[in-house]
């Protein structure tokens, strides 16, 4: 009798979490329009670097040599590494308040959600697109990791051009297909 209970439970946790994988995968586990997504994503970067403040030079001098001075080397904070993990560091989180609005026009645009308990739209249908975009973010920027940091270290992303050097140059998601115009150059 208790193997009956237990199969009946297991049962019971296997239909609820089919009904939410069906429910809910599609919106999770896909993003229709990339281009929107990454813009996103670009604005988010492009707050981060507006609001960077000023940082002295990293001294790397910790080493004393045999007439007691110090050696090794300043690196200056704009080319570093760590500049890079300040602005890329949570970025992803961030992409958790916004969700997908869907405009007169019938194109969706992904929005900054400043108070969720004011939100008059599906609060859980939001917070899954909130998920999702911050999903996206995650697999976009490990997908460009490298020559973003890159881009990062030799000062060739701007604010006003995250949008671009990201979406345009690294993934091609705002590249139109049938040529090879691209599209919304340098608007967020």
């Known amino acids: 009798m208790e193997k009956k209970y237990k199969t009946g439970n297991l049962r019971s946790a296997l239909w609820l979490l089919s009904l939410t994988t069906v429910l809910?995968?599609?919106?999770?586990?896909?993003?229709?329009?990339?281009?929107?997504?990454?813009?996103?994503?670009?604005?988010?970067?492009e707050i981060g670097l507006s609001n960077e403040k000023p940082k002295d030079d990293l001294d790397?001098?910790?080493?004393?040599?045999?007439?007691?001075?110090?050696?090794?080397?300043?690196?200056?904070?704009?080319?570093?590494?760590?500049?890079?993990?300040?602005?890329?560091?949570?970025?992803?989180d961030k992409m958790q308040d916004y969700m997908l609005e869907e405009l007169d026009s019938g194109k969706e645009e992904w929005i900054k959600v400043r108070d969720w308990d004011s939100l008059k739209t599906d609060k859980q249908a939001a917070k899954a697109h909130s998920k999702a975009i911050s999903t996206f973010c995650g697999r976009l920027l490990e997908e460009t990791e490298d020559e973003l940091s890159e881009r990062i270290k030799v000062g060739s992303i701007q604010v006003g051009g995250v949008s671009k050097v990201l979406c345009q140059d690294l993934t091609k998601y705002c590249i139109s297909l049938g040529n090879s115009k691209?599209?919304?150059?340098?608007?967020?």
Do not use: H, W
């Not at 599609?26 to 990454?38: G, R």
């Open 24 to 45: 809910f995968a599609p919106v999770v586990s896909s993003i229709d329009d990339k281009c929107a997504a990454c813009k996103a994503v670009a604005v988010e970067l």
């Open 182 to 188: 691209r599209i919304d150059d340098g608007e967020l």
């Open 60 to 92: 790397m001098r910790y080493r004393l040599n045999s007439k007691g001075q110090r050696e090794g080397k300043v690196i200056d904070y704009r080319v570093s590494e760590l500049r890079v993990v300040d602005l890329l560091d949570g970025l992803c």
